[in-house]
C-alpha cells in the first residue's frame, strides 16, 4: 500500500468511480441519441426536428419500459404481510 492509497479510502473511491460511470453513461447517451441533440452540420441545419419516432424511443428507454412492468414497492414481502392482517382482521370484526 502507497503512502496515498488506504483501505479506508476504497469505499469512497468505490462511490466515486460508481458516480463518474453513471455520468459518463448519461452524457454519452444524451449526445448520441437525444432527439435535441444535433452534433453533425446536415441534421443542425433542420431548425425544428419533425420526428416523433426518434422522441419516443428516446423517452421510453429500455429500463423505463422495465420499470412499468415492476410493481412501485420497496418492501414487497413487507407490504403484503401489513395488507394481508388488515384485510384479514378487517373482515373478522364484521
Known amino acids: 500500500m502507497g503512502r496515498w492509497l488506504k483501505p ?3 469505499p469512497l473511491i468505490a462511490a ?3 458516480v463518474t ?3 459518463v ?3 454519452t447517451r444524451n449526445v448520441f441519441t437525444n432527439p435535441d441533440v444535433r452534433v453533425s452540420k446536415a441534421n443542425r441545419r433542420s431548425a425544428v426536428p419533425d420526428n416523433a419516432d426518434e422522441g419516443q424511443r428516446y423517452s421510453q ?3 423505463r419500459r ?3 412492468t415492476q410493481r412501485p414497492e420497496v418492501f414487497p414481502a413487507l407490504n403484503r404481510f401489513f395488507s394481508e392482517s388488515q ?3 378487517s ?3 364484521k
Open 61 to 63: 428507454h429500455a429500463f
Open 16 to 18: 466515486m468511480s460508481f
Open 66 to 68: 422495465f420499470l412499468a
Open 87 to 89: 384485510s384479514s382482521s
Open 8 to 10: 479506508d479510502v476504497y
Open 91 to 93: 373482515a373478522a370484526d
Open 25 to 27: 453513461f448519461q452524457l
Open 21 to 23: 460511470g453513471m455520468c
